[in-house]
């Protein structure tokens, strides 16, 4: 063991037997008060007693009912301490030697150390105020030792929260303490359980048992020097610690040797264990029961039997008032999960629609229920190990739960809600409807005779417990004498079994094979179930004391039956047991007559006096009843004050958003109502601008129509005139034919007038023409005139085509603007469009593949001059040069013409004056 600073010892593991020395036996009482709002906190009682159990009665008169403002002890029960949250509180350690070869006096005490969590670490503990320590007064080999708790202390936040129901949280308290003649000092650790409620929770339970705690020590002397002087040694016997433990501790040990060997524990190794310990605890130190609706319920089901049930069902469907043959065998063997629900259903003999019952529970959850606060005080205690059923569930199983409760108090006038109930009534919530679970709970209560155990009297249930009783006495003699001798009645543990149908307490795989078997026999089916649990249980509570047979039937007997193993086995012993219906007859019929000779043998006084007493009683238990619910107003009061104001907040909170966003709504109307009207103006100038252009688009087509029809008469006149003058020639060509050199001459000036115009071969055929013709009559005067005249007319048709060619040019030119104008005008207009839509702007946010498409036209316009409709938007300077070369072609053209011919009429004047 590694020493630490302050040479305290902690546990240690259990030395060789071989070793010897001196033992001795402490042991502890751990005590908490909590201080009041007048007269601080109560003192302590002074005596002490000393006992060998590891728990201590204290003295009635020491414990007060904590229902006013004074100091009192806080109230302990099997579970630990029950106490209230913000309240200071003064810890109280009493240390006293039971058992040792000597009297170890108490030396000096170092302080108090308190820590939520048990099994912890040194480090993890935080010093208390210390108030006092010494001997007691009346017992001096008492050491008492008193410390201040302040709960609101950052370090003690677990053990000042409100711990939910059914719930402990651990807590540690240690001393550490030295003693005359030990070498080192010791820490004496008491762990137990505690239960936080609100500051104002006032208890109603009577005084429980403090909780207590014994140790033991064995020590070795040793020889001290006392003095470093060889002349002056003296000897004195000391003590040395070697083992220093707890019951607690040992047992811990003890148990996790099994599984961890031998080792030994380092207090370096200890870490805190369950800080928060739910009731529904596996750990084999727990005396939690087990929560309602705890327990996994096995869905698998072989094909062979899953076939067998499918074949049954089917044959049952044909006569459901006929249970078919071999049925009870299959039920025996419990049903599968998937199947139960309908099984029941038909086992219940609930037709697939009950219009009656389903009619009757839609009316009664329309109604008032004057039973409504206890129901819902009891739904949050049924199945709440279950998800179902939790308050987080989304699918609502409390409140299916709540209106199943409420309808069936209402639908039996006679006895109303009826505590436990909900257990029932949640067993069959898992496996079917609300309509239908309904429907199975009225027949269990009045068709299985379930109601009557909860009539005025509770006579029909003293009744059951008699019966059981007597075949206890019949099947487990010796378990019943067991019983009577130690005092335990059938009521004690048999009054939830008959109430609830097993529902409250046991695992879910159980309780339904308990409802199966229920559902098939009867009533009987408790006793059969009742029987084989004690009779399964029988060496155990043979062996247990009153007290230890509560807390196995109240603990112990549930976890049993955890798998599903063990509860089918309980489920085939309790069908083996054959109980018969006369011997239940018989035991009725005794049962009736003790009460009537109980009746007979009361004295009228006697009788009015128990009256009395069970009146006062039930006055009490009203009184307790009338303060809890009066407490549970004044919380709820305070919880929905605090939720009101919560509210408040955060209504004033929202009305604040909504004016805010109210504001910011008008403003965003506001906006767009200006952004409409900005909208239909633009769509309006739009619409006028494309009505515009498509007019004058229209008035183009017209212009372009006429263009072209008058292109194509100037053509046409054009090739006319071609074909008049190629004529005219010809018949020049052949008049002068007969002289050579005007044909000559004629032939040099046609060629250089149409030599862009005539090909060459035409000029061979004149060549041709006026070489064959010879000289003829060329030197006629009348000939030359005639061939003036022709020279004049050529003139003339010259002119006149280069005129038409000229026109000609001018109605393209025309054309081309046009076009150009044309296009300007759509390109304009899809502008427009475009603006219209909101997908142009100036910066061009067109798309890209519209950008790249308009690029690409451009580039094609750029490379050939016009488009497949004309000339692009984009070349208006190659129209402009394509003009001016035209116009240069036909000033060329004209020049030719006129040139060709005043050089043939200068050569014909210079012939005709050489002949004469």
């Known amino acids: 063991m590694e020493a630490s600073t302050s040479n305290i010892l902690q546990y240690q ?29 109560a003192s302590r009682p002074n005596n002490f007693r000393s006992t060998s159990n590891t728990t201590r009665r204290l003295s009635p008169s020491a414990i007060t009912i904590n229902n006013n403002n004074d100091g009192s002890y806080i109230d302990i029960e099997q579970q630990g301490f029950f106490m209230r949250r913000d309240r200071d509180k003064l810890v109280l350690v009493m240390l006293k030697q039971t058992a040792g070869p000597r ?77 005359e003649g030990l070498d080192e000092s010791l820490r004496f650790i008491i762990e137990c359980k505690a239960r936080i409620f609100q500051q104002y929770e006032r208890f109603w339970f009577p005084p429980r048992r403090a909780v207590s705690e014994t140790y033991r020590l064995l020590a070795q002397k040793t ?67 087990l929560l309602s609706g705890s327990g996994d319920v096995c869905r698998e089901c072989s094909e062979d039997r899953l076939a067998a049930w499918n074949e049954m069902i089917d044959l049952w469907k044909q006569t459901p008032e006929q249970r078919p043959y071999g ?73 299916a739960l709540y209106r199943i409760s409420k309808a069936y108090s209402l639908y039996d006038d006679e006895v109303g809600y009826c505590q436990g109930l909900s257990f029932l009534a949640a067993a069959l919530l898992l496996h079917m409807p609300e309509e239908q679970a309904f429907c199975v709970l009225v027949r269990i209560m009045f068709d299985y005779g379930m109601r009557e155990l909860f009539k005025t ?88 004391d009153f007290e230890g047979i509560l807390k196995f039937f109240r603990v112990n007997l549930p976890r049993k039956y955890r798998t599903e193993v063990a509860a089918r086995e309980l489920i085939h012993a309790a069908v083996k047991l054959k109980i018969s219906h006369k011997r239940l007859s018989k035991y009725e019929k005794e049962w009736h007559e003790l009460k009537r000779q109980e009746i007979e043998s009361q004295d009228p006084l006697e009788r009015a006096q128990r009256e009395s007493q069970g009146l006062k009683e039930q006055i009490l238990r009203l009184e307790r009843e009338n303060d809890y619910l009066a407490r549970e107003l004044v919380t709820s009061k305070i919880c929905l004050q605090e939720r009101l104001d919560t509210t408040e907040d955060q209504l004033e909170t929202t009305l604040n958003q909504m004016i805010i966003k109210n504001r910011d709504c008008e403003e965003l109307a506001d906006r ?90 035409s000029l061979s055929t004149y060549d041709g023409e006026g070489s064959s013709v010879g000289s003829t009559t060329a030197t006629n005067d009348t000939s030359a005139m005639h061939m003036m005249e022709l020279v004049e007319k050529l003139q003339q048709y010259e002119q006149h085509i280069r005129q038409v060619e000229l026109e000609l040019a001018q109605t393209k030119l025309a054309l081309v603007e046009s076009q150009c104008q044309n296009q300007d005008l759509a390109h304009q207009m899809s502008v427009s469009t475009l603006l219209q839509n909101g997908s142009y702007s100036v910066n061009d946010n067109r798309p890209a593949w519209l950008r790249k498409t308009i690029s690409s036209l451009r580039e094609v316009a750029q490379a050939h001059g016009v488009t497949g409709s004309g000339f ?45």
Request: proline fraction near 3%; hydrophobic fraction near 35%; charged fraction near 25%.
């Open 13 to 41: 593991t259990i030395p060789n037997e071989s070793e010897t020395g001196e033992l001795f036996e402490f042991e502890a009482l751990l005590e908490i008060r909590e201080r009041d709002g007048q007269r601080g906190i």
């Open 457 to 544: 009297g509770f006579d029909a249930l003293h009744l059951r417990f008699y019966q059981l009783q007597c075949l206890i006495k019949d099947y487990a003699h010796e378990l019943y004498s067991h019983f009577h001798e130690i005092g335990i009645e059938t009521h004690m543990y048999a009054s939830q079994w008959f109430l609830t149908l097993f529902t409250a307490k046991f695992p879910l795989q159980m309780v339904f094979f308990i409802v199966d078997l229920f559902l098939a026999e009867g009533m009987n089916t408790i006793f059969h179930i009742s029987l084989a649990l004690l009779k399964d249980s029988n060496k155990e509570l043979l062996h247990s």
């Open 327 to 399: 049925l009870n065998s299959l039920i025996h063997d419990g049903i599968p999960d998937v199947l139960r629900g309908e099984v029941w259903l038909l086992l219940a003999r609930i037709g697939p629609v009950q219009a009656d019952l389903v009619q009757a529970y839609q009316m009664l959850l329309e109604k008032e229920c004057p039973s409504e606060a206890i129901i819902l005080r009891d739904i949050h205690r049924t199945f709440p190990a279950h998800e179902y059923f939790t308050e987080e569930n989304d699918k609502g199983g409390q409140k």
């Open 103 to 179: 009297h170890l006096r108490v030396k000096n005490c170092f302080g108090m150390l308190l820590a939520p969590g048990r099994n912890l670490r040194q480090s993890d503990m935080h010093l208390l105020e210390m108030k006092s320590a010494g001997q007691g007064q009346h017992n001096p080999r008492v050491y008492v030792i008193e410390a201040r708790w302040n709960p609101g202390a950052w370090n003690f936040e677990v053990l000042n929260t409100e711990t939910p129901r059914d719930t402990r949280v651990f807590m540690s308290v240690a001393v550490d303490v030295t003693f």
């Open 872 to 916: 692009s938007s984009g070349s208006e300077e190659n129209n402009v040069n394509f003009h001016s070369k035209f116009r240069q072609h036909q000033r060329s053209s004209s020049n030719a013409s006129t040139t060709s011919t005043n050089h043939i009429t200068n050569k014909y004047t210079g012939s005709q004056t050489d002949r004469r």
């Open 223 to 289: 020889m001290n020097e006392l003095s470093a002087d060889p002349c002056n040694v003296i000897h004195d016997d000391q003590l040395k610690v070697v083992i220093f433990e707890s019951t607690t501790e040992r047992e811990r040990q003890l148990s996790s040797s099994a599984f961890d060997g031998d080792m030994e524990r380092s207090p370096t190794r200890h870490m805190p264990t369950q800080l928060i310990h739910p009731a529904n605890g596996s750990d084999s130190d727990s005396d939690e029961p």
């Open 672 to 761: 767009e109502r200006k952004l409409r009207e900005e909208s239909e103006f633009i769509k309006q100038k739009c619409r006028d601008e494309v009505a515009r252009l498509e007019e004058e688009y229209r008035r183009s087509e017209g212009v372009i129509v006429e263009y072209k029809k008058i292109c194509t008469e100037l053509g046409l006149a054009s090739d006319e005139d071609k074909r008049q003058f190629r004529k005219l020639k010809r018949f020049i060509a052949s008049k002068v034919s007969g002289c050579d050199r005007c044909s000559n001459e004629l032939a040099d000036c046609l060629d250089l007038s149409s030599n862009s115009q005539r090909p060459s071969s």
